[in-house]
């Protein structure tokens, strides 16, 4: 048997719950077509020496999913890559970390990606990086804004103008006419009223002075 077709069945066959021992990150992430993506597995309780094997999965894990492979990272030597998509693919490594870096991506490279180092005699997987690439990336919605609600102003009624007759100048003159005549009547009434007590005064100082018709003209 060849050595990757025993790889992928060995695959199937291993549980299709990751370890610990493996970190993926992310957990998921969404790209835009042609652009550059960069999956990134750690181990933990392994050695610098081990090998790392990336493989895909288009649908989700099942008893009859198919994995396929991707690349391997060997230490000291030159990673392998498969042939159909070694061209856009690129492994790397830095101390315990390993990177795959998927170059140009298109909507088909979507699925789950997973990082496996082979032991004796388990298989070791992460828990995958779910990738998904879209031509145009879902935009944010921005958060509404709540209004505030109006003032209600309380307006005071506008004041109703009083009708009436208006004030000509030929109404003020006739009460200002009205007015003098009550005026002069006053001082006539004065004066004529000063009269009358000085004539008295008169008549009880010289009685002799002032007959009896003159003061009763004074009287009446």
Request: with cysteine; net charge positive; charged share 20%.
């Amino acid at each position: 048997m060849q050595p990757r077709l025993w790889l992928l069945v060995a695959a199937q066959l291993a549980a299709l719950h990751g370890g610990s021992a493996l970190v993926q990150t992310p957990w998921s992430v969404m790209a835009q077509t042609n652009q550059t993506v960069m999956l990134s597995c750690e181990a933990k309780t392994f050695s610098t020496n081990i090998r790392i094997y990336w493989l895909r999965l288009r649908r989700a894990p099942s008893a009859d999913s198919h994995y396929e492979f991707l690349a391997l990272w060997i230490p000291n030597k030159s990673p392998v890559y498969d042939k159909e998509v070694g061209t856009l693919l690129t492994v790397l490594q830095n101390s315990s970390r390993h990177v795959l870096q998927l170059r140009h991506v298109k909507p088909e490279d979507s699925g789950v990606y997973f990082c496996m180092t082979v032991g004796n005699p388990d298989l070791t997987f992460g828990k995958g990086t779910r990738l998904s690439v879209v031509d145009v990336l879902p935009t944010t919605a921005q958060p509404t804004k709540k209004t505030k609600p109006k003032r209600k102003m309380c307006r005071l009624p506008n004041p109703v103008p009083l009708k009436g007759p208006a004030c000509t100048p030929l109404i003020i003159g006739l009460l200002v006419a009205g007015l003098l005549v009550l005026l002069v009547s006053l001082g006539v009434a004065v004066h004529l009223y000063c009269l009358q007590r000085r004539a008295r005064r008169r008549l009880i100082k010289h009685p002799r002075l002032y007959p009896l018709e003159k003061f009763s003209r004074l009287n009446y």
